[in-house]
């Protein structure tokens, strides 16, 4: 790393990714910056500052979307009424990204473009089909957060681009929702596994619609339409256990998790299904390892 | 290729020539020679390195020198300045919450930020606020205490120590 510039507006931060080629955009920098003093890039790349660019801060609601910038601190979005109110899976994930310091340094977008497979933010933002828009100079364009992240470390961010907002559509009303995050530990903790699940229910109580994603058990976000779609028409208080069962079948068959220090492969596939069979048992059922992190809303 | 940089560093102004990629911890340690902060894992992920930016903890280790630019900075050396900052550090001597000494500008730093938010604090949101800061001699429940400490002999919230409010 060789220069760091910081810029105080988008137009400016657009202008100074375009002026050299081997530019990166940095909000937080708290996976960047550990990143390049880890293995240091082969060329000298320019750093362009972006915390500070008003126009990617701040959470707003506007007429399709919770509109959150980039550049918004976790720190903030833990904090946030609006986050609260139209994404608290979001909420508790943000409450469980790194520690204090941590949370008033790195930011949604950051995690975003980091793309690792433990991000915490990135099963939230898939059960709530968030979308992402991205500025150049060209212009700006929009896709879902599931057609952004590739793969570990790959995005569909090209040169010259910086992702400017994250879009979570105005949705039918949740009936329960949850995030789970387990790690080693409570804080500073990378994630074994983690999950975010949602149930919307018809009149009669019955899910009409689950959306479920797991983090740290596949490349990127692991999403399970065929689990999904077995519980559909499910009393949403007390799904037939014989569903859930298979739902779980379903998600085990389909995480593609891998052995490193945190966990082994086995361990990850058989937590995720666990995971799952949790969220959906009645919510008097006793915890089932007091060191996850455990939020529920419903 | 050096460039200056401006803030305001324990309450007074600072000025000083230095690459902007420089780490803060770097530039606070070995340029301006306050070598309280400590670099426990130049990660992010011990908490050795915590200073207020503005009004926010932050950690030293990854922060850019560029980024202090016009930021109001506060490091271990400026609490003794204020009189919650100063309760605090007797507080922990008085805890006997210091082992080898390592993590306890952080972790003081840290209950700083939170004490001077909420006044009184739980044992619970004290270990939240501190759940950034690693201890390797494991001697959380008297840091825990420390804090209580403090706490209970609180005036009221305070902010940031400037110098000038001594």
């Excluded at chain 1, 399709?64 to 550049?71: E, H, N, Q, Y």
């Excluded at chain 1, 990127?220 to 079948?249: C, F, H, K, S, Y």
């Excluded at chain 2, 000025?15 to 902007?20: F, G, K, M, V």
């Excluded at chain 2, 930020?113 to 044992?123: A, F, K, N, Q, Y």
Aim: net charge neutral; proline share 8%.
């Amino acid at each position: 790393m060789t220069r760091f510039h910081a810029a105080h507006s988008l137009t400016e931060a657009l202008a100074l990714l375009h002026e050299e080629t081997d530019t990166r955009p940095m909000a937080g920098g708290t996976d960047i910056l550990v990143r390049m003093r880890r293995s240091p890039p082969a060329v000298p790349l320019t750093l362009i500052g972006i915390e500070g660019v008003p126009e990617l801060q701040g959470i707003r609601e506007e007429p399709s979307w919770l509109s959150i910038g980039a550049a918004t601190p976790f720190a903030a979005i833990a904090a946030s009424p609006l986050i609260a109110a139209h994404a608290p899976l979001l909420q508790d994930a943000a409450r469980a990204v790194g520690a204090p310091a941590i949370r008033n340094m790195a930011t949604l977008g950051g995690n975003l473009c980091t793309a690792s497979p433990a991000g915490d933010s990135l099963p939230p933002l898939y059960v709530l089909d968030a979308e992402v828009e991205l500025a150049s100079k060209a212009g700006r364009r929009r896709m879902a957060v599931s057609d952004f992240i590739l793969g570990p470390g790959e995005t569909q961010l090209e040169p010259g681009e910086i992702l400017c907002r994250v879009l979570v559509p105005h949705a039918p009303p949740i009936a329960r929702c949850q995030f789970e995050k387990v790690g080693r530990r409570r804080s500073l903790a990378i994630a074994v596994a983690s999950f975010a699940g949602l149930l919307r229910v018809d009149g009669a109580g019955r899910i009409a619609g689950a959306r479920f994603a797991f983090g740290s058990v596949g490349p990127a976000a692991v999403t399970v339409p065929e689990a999904e779609a077995l519980l559909r028409g499910q009393l949403a208080v007390q799904p037939d256990p014989a569903a859930v069962e298979r739902a779980v079948l379903a998600v085990c068959a389909t995480v593609r998790p891998i052995d490193d220090l945190r966990a082994s492969a086995s361990y990850r596939r058989a937590l995720a299904g666990n995971l799952l069979r949790r969220f959906l048992s009645p919510p008097s059922s006793p915890g089932l390892n007091a060191a996850t992190g455990h939020a529920s809303h419903g | 290729m050096s460039t200056d940089i401006e803030f305001e560093l324990n309450g007074k102004p600072v000025r000083i020539a230095t690459p902007e990629t420089r780490r803060a911890i770097d530039l606070l340690r070995e340029d301006l020679h306050l070598t309280g902060s400590k670099e426990g894992c130049g990660a992010g992920e011990c908490g050795a390195c915590a200073v207020l930016i503005g009004d926010e903890i932050r950690l030293a280790c990854l922060m850019l020198a560029g980024q202090l630019a016009g930021r109001r900075v506060t490091t271990i050396e400026g609490l003794p300045h204020s009189a919650l900052g100063a309760r605090l550090l007797r507080a922990f001597a008085e805890a006997g919450a210091v082992q080898c000494g390592y993590c306890i500008p952080g972790m003081e730093m840290a209950a700083f930020d939170l004490l001077r938010r909420e006044p009184d604090p739980s044992r619970e949101r004290i270990r939240e606020a501190l759940s950034g800061n690693l201890c390797r001699c494991t001697g959380y429940v008297k840091i825990v205490d420390a804090v209580r400490l403090a706490a209970a002999g609180d005036a009221g919230p305070e902010s940031p120590p400037d110098g000038a409010a001594a």
